[in-house]
């Protein structure tokens, strides 16, 4: 066992953790930080796949922006440690033909698939040059218009706020 | 040759040498923290026309010791109403994210922890996890104080982010490397290859760089002012206010914790910003060691230079710390949102079109 397949485990075993913690916390802040952990292994996977820029944008935007923006919306709302959080068990037989036919279809995709290996890269490249220039050439206009899109997310959160 | 490659030729095993080679900055934060402390008192003193230390040692040196060696004997007290749990990992998250960025930072051409590629985005990514570890500090302590001081410290270390990564995408255009280390080696002992006399750009390029650059250097020592919460940018611990901010409830070894993720945080701002602008662990005489013929002596010369650059700022900030007033809240958001980044875009645009021209 190499030191990356451990890495592997820690990491899977990372997320694993703190996904279960994220669903059945009774303290939302808890499932926030746990939320944090899940963010980190996820970072990690991609690290260990050679996505070096994807590990890192995975970082700046779900650990700095979404989860400080989810901790801001808990911090800042009145009253939020008296609601008790129902975690039990519900609608037992929906829930379980959802989730049986959905582990039906990942099973079925997982075990069809022919997993290939890719060759093991001795110096591996820079990915974030790959990704620019591509992003950059064929996928320009798709680049430029959710651009736009944030834009328009931006002027209306704004113009909301405002009110 | 890089202090890991020596580890790995006397232990034969990556890991060893690996774990080795990431506890290096440890030994140089410590005995960082500790000076830093010892110099923020002496110079606060001097500036308030006090003799500040003055007892324990001479001129008081052994301060800082005596200092540590309270906090290590203090008592570890957990409010009562607090949150235990995020309580007691909260100073620890703190610590790590600051320390993970010094996984990227050359010491010395003979020194980095991690040659990543993507050093610079990685830098903003780990601030992440500062901005967690201060809220979980402010809601485990189960205070006012705490809590307001970690929203507002989170807040201005989100928003004055966004200036620094400008500035940061600036230097991106024009060195087309996020490699910190090859940004180093890149500026060359002579001091007008530094990024802030236009870096190793050729031709008149180079001429027209300077003012922007000058302005970047300018936008990124302010931001990152503010995402350390020093004074001028301070409201967060705002002492008139909030007690202490986020570290109200803590007390000991855990107090000890944040202080020197302070300190760490202080001393990691001021090396980036030496290494994007101010060549980092280059000389800017060149060497003793070339001049000599002793290539032994070249990384050590280098670690003392890009130590005396981050003292130097270090400095600087303590300086400020004890010249300037604190900010208001609006003022502390006008002066980020209304100021300086506009001016980081504009700037971006006009090294972007430098470039290209």
């Known amino acids: 066992m190499t030191y990356y397949t451990f890495a592997f485990y820690a990491f899977a075993a990372i997320i694993l953790l703190s996904a279960y913690a994220v669903v059945t916390s009774k303290n939302v802040i808890y499932s926030a930080f746990s939320l944090m952990l899940t963010f980190f292994g996820v970072a990690g996977f991609y690290a260990l796949l050679g996505a070096d820029f994807i590990a890192i944008v995975q970082l700046i935007v779900y650990v700095g922006g979404i989860l400080t923006l989810m901790l801001f919306g808990v911090m800042l709302t009145n009253k939020i440690t008296e609601t008790e959080i129902k975690t039990g068990v519900f609608q037992v037989l929906p829930a379980s033909i959802i989730i049986g036919m959905f582990s039906g279809v990942l099973i079925a995709s997982i075990s069809n698939n022919r997993w290939t290996v890719a060759e093991k890269l001795n110096n591996p490249q820079n990915s974030l040059v790959g990704i620019g220039s591509i992003l950059m050439n064929e996928y320009i206009l798709i680049f430029e218009l959710l651009g736009v899109l944030l834009l328009i997310a931006l002027i209306g959160a704004a113009s909301i706020a405002r009110k | ?357």
């Open chain 2, 1 to 357: 040759m890089m202090i890991y490659d020596f580890f790995i030729s006397i232990f034969h095993n990556e890991l060893i040498a690996a774990f080795l080679n990431s506890i290096i900055p440890v030994a140089f934060i410590v005995p960082f923290a500790l000076f830093a402390v010892y110099l923020e008192r002496k110079v606060s003193a001097h500036m308030q026309d006090r003799l500040g230390p003055m007892r324990v040692g001479a001129h008081g040196w052994l301060q800082s010791f005596a200092d540590i060696l309270k906090l290590l004997q203090k008592e570890d007290i957990v409010a009562a109403k607090a949150d235990k749990k995020l309580f007691n990992i909260a100073p620890v998250l703190t610590f790590v994210g600051c320390y993970a960025v010094f996984a990227v930072i050359p010491f010395s051409s003979a020194y980095i922890g991690a040659n990543l590629d993507l050093g610079l985005l990685y830098i903003v990514a780990v601030s992440g996890f500062v901005v967690a570890g201060i809220l979980m500090a402010g809601w485990g302590s189960n205070n006012k104080y705490s809590l307001f001081g970690a929203v507002r410290s989170a807040a201005q270390i989100v928003s004055y982010e966004i200036p620094t990564t400008l500035v940061i995408i600036t230097i991106i255009i024009v060195t087309k490397s996020l490699n910190l280390y090859d940004l180093s080696v890149n500026q060359t002992s002579n001091m007008f290859n530094w990024m802030i006399f236009g870096g190793y750009v050729e031709g008149w390029h180079k001429i027209a760089l300077i003012p922007f650059m000058f302005i970047g250097f300018i936008i990124i020592y302010i931001s990152t002012l503010a995402e350390v919460n020093r004074t001028p940018f301070d409201i967060p611990e705002a002492e008139s206010e909030l007690v202490a901010g986020y570290h109200t409830e803590y007390s000991g070894m855990k107090f000890a914790m944040f202080f020197l993720a302070e300190y760490a945080n202080m001393f990691a701002v001021s090396a980036i910003v030496s290494a994007i602008f101010l060549g980092g662990f280059q000389s800017p005489f060149g060497y003793l060691g070339s001049t000599l013929n002793l290539p032994w002596l070249i990384p050590i010369e280098q670690f003392f230079w890009f130590a005396s650059k981050g003292i130097f700022f270090v400095f600087v900030q303590m300086w400020l710390r004890w010249t300037l007033p604190r900010l208001r809240v609006d003022q502390l958001m006008a002066m980020c949102w209304k100021y300086l980044i506009p001016i980081a875009v504009v700037n971006l645009l006009i090294v972007a079109l430098i470039m290209v021209l």
